[in-house]
Every structure is written in structure tokens, then in C-alpha cells.
């Protein structure tokens, strides 16, 4: 009797709450996290950003329409500069009270990434300041994108290196 009454009541309920899951879901999936005030960014339409990470402190990002990423991804485009062996900033005749860096060891600018349209980031890439992602390019998980990707391009591993061509598969 239980049984059909859970049934009953899973089946009742299932659409009225549907769309209040999906706001919800919003929320606490698609939510990204932007740093940095040095650079913008640029995201093209029907992107799919789930939780990103974007580190706007060495550049701006730019990513291309109908490109889509999984979870826990950063696009970093920040930048330490080290000087005879250490981080810039430690040096002891600029007597710095802080412990981000400051503009002597983060640059502002230089560091741009560009994602192309279509392409697919999975889950837990790191793709670092300076790099060009094709169009139609997919990254598989957990990659370290550290140069140019071109279009149609399988990559993966630490540092993503080519594996296919997106052309090619099923």
C-alpha cells in the first residue's frame, strides 16, 4: 500500500516542482567566479559556464559561442614574475605589506586567452594565460592547457598535447 501511494505522490509532485529544481539548480550549479580587475571578460552566446573559475588579473578571456564547461575548470590568466630566484614583490627594498604581489610581479596585461565557438572544456582543465583554443576543440579532463590549441583538436594529459581530431569522432 505504501509502495503505491510513494508512487502516486513521486508522480504528483514530480512536475510542479520540476521547474522550482531547475531555478535552484541554477544557482548552485552555474555559478562561476570571476577575480581580478585587469582585464574583461567576453562569453558568446549559449555558453555553458557551470561552476568556471576566471582569473581576470593578467588579461582579459574570450570565449566563443555554443562552447560549453564542466565542472571546476579555472581559466587563469594571472601571472607571478620571478627575480633571481624568488616571487618579485619579496624583495626586501619594496617593503610591502601585502601578499598578492602587487604590480611588480603581476603584470596587467599581455596574458589573454581566446576559447573558440563549439568547443567543450571538461572537468577540472586548468588553461593558463596566454593560450589560443581553437574552434570545435575538445579538452578532456583534467588537462593543463599551456599553448595553442588549433581547431578540431582532441587534446589531453599535463601539458594537454594533441590526442585527435574532433572531425573524427563517433
Same mark, same amino acid.
Given at each position: 500500500?505504501?509502495?503505491?501511494f510513494g508512487l502516486w505522490l513521486k508522480l504528483r509532485l514530480r512536475s510542479p516542482l520540476r521547474p522550482l529544481i531547475r =531555478?535552484?539548480?541554477?544557482? =548552485?550549479?552555474?555559478?562561476?567566479?570571476?577575480?581580478?580587475d585587469c582585464g574583461e571578460l567576453h562569453v558568446g552566446k549559449r555558453c555553458g559556464l557551470?561552476?568556471?573559475?576566471f582569473n581576470l588579473s593578467s588579461g582579459s578571456i574570450? #570565449?566563443?559561442?555554443?562552447? #560549453?564547461?564542466?565542472?571546476?575548470?579555472?581559466? =587563469?590568466?594571472?601571472?607571478?614574475?620571478?627575480?633571481n630566484g624568488q616571487r618579485?614583490?619579496?624583495?626586501?627594498?619594496? /617593503?610591502?605589506?601585502? =601578499?598578492?604581489?602587487?604590480? /611588480? /610581479?603581476?603584470p596587467a596585461s599581455g596574458y589573454d586567452i581566446h576559447i573558440g565557438s563549439g568547443s567543450w572544456i571538461a572537468a577540472g %582543465? %586548468? #588553461?593558463?594565460?596566454?593560450?589560443? #583554443?581553437?574552434?570545435?576543440?575538445?579538452?578532456?579532463a583534467n588537462s593543463v592547457v599551456t599553448k595553442d590549441i588549433p581547431d578540431y583538436s582532441f587534446v589531453?594529459? %599535463?601539458?594537454?598535447?594533441i590526442l585527435g581530431d574532433t572531425r573524427n569522432m563517433g
Open positions: 500500500m505504501m509502495n503505491n =531555478i535552484l539548480m541554477f544557482y =548552485i550549479y552555474d555559478t562561476t567566479y570571476i577575480m581580478g557551470a561552476n568556471t573559475i574570450f #570565449i566563443g559561442d555554443n562552447t #560549453i564547461f564542466s565542472n571546476n575548470v579555472m581559466v =587563469i590568466t594571472g601571472r607571478h614574475i620571478f627575480k618579485a614583490s619579496l624583495d626586501p627594498k619594496l /617593503e610591502r605589506k601585502n =601578499i598578492g604581489g602587487g604590480p /611588480e /610581479e603581476v %582543465v %586548468v #588553461i593558463s594565460g596566454g593560450v589560443r #583554443i581553437g574552434d570545435n576543440v575538445i579538452v578532456a589531453g594529459g %599535463v601539458p594537454a598535447k
